[in-house]
Nanobody, 116 residues
Framework: QVQLVESGGDLVQAGGSLRLSCVAS????????TAWYRQAPGEQRRELVA????????NYADSVKGRFTISRDNAKMTVYLQMNGLKPEDTAVYYC?????????WGQGTQVTVTT
């Protein structure tokens, strides 16, 4: 198992930037993929925003391509999400997730609110 703690969420104006961080309780050894999801207000499901695997391959939702960047620092046991050009529709609770052979682990989420 691994515990995940997100931080960096804030209230920001449209066009602004934020960097989210997700610190793991142990190394990423055995972790296949780490990802950021988000759940918008009133939505039931969480949307995949971006993920990164052990080879450094990344994948992004179409809505964030060119604006968001996911990265991982294995030595610091931290996953980042750099968000630029934020839009009001990016408003959501952002969750970090890590997947290994036994399951998927989630953080508690961090709120991002983008105002016009």
């Amino acid at each position: 198992q691994v515990q995940l703690v997100e931080s960096g969420g804030d209230l920001v104006q449209a066009g602004g930037s934020l960097r989210l961080s997700c610190v793991a309780s142990r190394t990423f050894l055995g972790i296949l993929t780490t990802a950021w999801y988000r759940q918008a207000p009133g939505e039931q499901r969480r949307e995949l925003v971006a993920d990164i695997n052990n080879f450094g391959d990344t994948n992004y939702a179409d809505s964030v391509k060119g604006r968001f960047t996911i990265s991982r620092d294995n030595a610091k046991m931290t996953v980042y999400l750099q968000m630029n050009g934020l839009k009001p529709e990016d408003t959501a609770v952002y969750y970090c997730a890590a997947r290994d052979l036994f399951g998927t682990y989630w953080g508690q989420g961090t709120q991002v609110t983008v105002t016009t």
